[in-house]
């Protein structure tokens, strides 16, 4: 019955899932089933595109999904999709921390550089997708100039790393250094509602 509703159009949609989450938090918990079977795809294609690995994509739905339960009381009609999007998000941003960690625990490289994900992968690119641009540019305005440069050139301006070496006068490797604690900068200092948009 959810699914058909869905594509009744947007209004009737904001105004059936309401009705549905305000029954969940009531206590009827089985009506969680209706969103699981609505969002699910879409859930584990958002997990998926960050850790390319079905087994590790489908760990985080779940708990993507346990947080969106416990997180409903505090929902407050802001978009529904876009609201659980960031929670499977930030789940498998999570999870791909822990494994990176890991696995540098395991190769014992800690000194060396991680791998800089791909772009439309990593948590920098997901958040100025999600960001209006006015409000992320008075948060990048506030970075330290080092870090402030190189978010910039790469997230902003889109230019690959051989552009920004070329014009910065820089070596390649220095570009994937800068961006690289650049983003380690922001993860620390930039609060998780942020992340989340």
């Known amino acids: ?34 969103i699981i079977d609505a969002y699910s795809k879409h859930i584990f294609q958002v997990t998926y ?3 390319h690995h079905v087994q590790d994509a489908e760990d ?12 409903l009381p505090q929902y ?17 941003i999570d999870a791909k921390r822990k494994l990176n960690r890991r696995a540098t625990t395991e ?14 992968a990593d948590t920098v690119y997901q958040l100025i997708k999600k960001e209006k641009q006015y409000e992320l540019l008075q948060k990048i305005r506030m970075l330290p100039p080092q870090h402030r440069d190189i978010i910039i050139h790469y997230y902003l301006k889109e ?13 390649i490797k220095t570009v994937e250094s800068r961006l690289y604690r650049a983003r380690l900068w922001i993860r620390k200092h930039w609060k998780e509602e942020e992340w989340r948009g």
């Open 107 to 120: 190769a014992g490289h800690d000194d060396e550089v991680i791998h800089i994900p791909d772009r439309h």
């Open 60 to 71: 985080a739905a779940q708990e993507a999904f346990v947080q969106i339960f416990k997180s």
């Open 76 to 92: 407050r009609s802001e978009g529904f999709k876009t609201w659980i999007t960031r929670i499977a998000l930030h789940k498998a």
């Open 49 to 51: 595109s960050v850790l």
């Open 1 to 34: 019955m959810f699914i058909r509703l869905l594509i009744w159009g947007r209004r009737r949609e904001a105004i059936d899932e309401a009705r549905l989450i305000e029954q969940i938090v009531q206590g009827d918990h089985a009506k969680y089933r209706e």
């Open 159 to 171: 230019k690959n790393y051989e552009q920004i070496a070329e014009e910065c006068n820089i070596a």
